[in-house]
């Protein structure tokens, strides 16, 4: 089956550093991938989608500047959190869709981000 | 927009009963797809089951089964002979093909033994 990664799995990082999170698709070409984040208890909320070669989309209220997003291949997106604050604490979780068009989406282990 | 509502936010089942998880959502489009999420405790999304909208007959994958009312636009889970694995937060979630998913708010299922 289609297996996505991220990196790192845990991050702790001080408060004012940046951060890359890295999403890969291990076995299939992903044209888009999509970037949730997801706090304790709650759904996941899409921050932004990224297609190869172009910008990232972002949703309403996620402050691209802060959430950087780069998709320089058919089988990686990074999200780098660029001067990050305790409130950034979160879970990410990336997911891709593969090239050949489907519906499906698979998903990645997601990564927590704690900011001390 | 489509939205999506999950409103039980925890449900509970006994060991080997049966156990009927709602979801409703709201769109215009005619063509589109539903999915059940699982989301056990590492956070790794598990696709539990699909079904495509021109689909009439329910998706079934063992022990899960859908029952989709497009009319009403409903998509309940029904897990049967539930077991302590399946305890898990449980996400329906709505796509058409040009956006991301579409999550509800999520339904927690705890299983006793």
């Known amino acids: 089956g289609a297996v996505v990664s991220q990196h790192p799995s845990w991050v702790i990082c001080k408060s004012g550093t940046s951060v890359k999170i890295e999403c890969r698709s291990l076995?299939?070409?992903?044209?888009?991938m999509f970037w949730y984040r997801q706090f304790p208890k709650q759904s996941l909320m899409l921050m932004a989608t990224?297609?190869?070669?172009?910008?990232?989309?972002?949703e309403q209220g996620v402050e691209k500047d802060k959430f950087l997003i780069n998709h320089a291949s058919l089988t990686l997106s990074t999200l780098t959190v660029t001067s990050a604050h305790p409130e950034d604490s979160s879970f990410y979780i990336c997911?891709?869709?593969?090239?050949?068009?489907?519906?499906?989406?698979?998903f990645g282990p997601g990564t927590r981000l704690t900011v001390t | 927009a489509q939205t999506v509502t999950q409103s039980q936010p925890e449900m509970s089942v006994q060991e080997a009963e049966t156990v009927t998880l709602s979801c409703t959502y709201d769109t215009s489009e005619s063509d589109y797809y539903l999915f059940w999420y699982k989301q056990p405790p590492s956070r790794q999304m598990i696709l539990v089951i699909r079904q495509e909208a021109y689909k009439q007959q329910n998706a079934t994958e063992n022990r899960f089964s859908v029952n989709f009312q497009k009319a009403a636009k409903s998509f309940s889970l029904k897990i049967s002979d539930s077991q302590l694995g399946d305890a898990a937060m449980y996400f329906c979630?709505?796509?058409?093909?040009?956006?991301?998913?579409?999550f509800g708010s999520g339904t927690r299922l705890q299983v006793q033994p």
């Open positions: 979630a709505f796509y058409t093909g040009r956006r991301a998913l579409t």
């Open positions: 990224s297609n190869e070669g172009s910008k990232a989309t972002y």
């Open positions: 997911s891709a869709r593969d090239w050949r068009g489907t519906y499906e989406q698979y």
């Open positions: 076995d299939f070409q992903a044209t888009t």
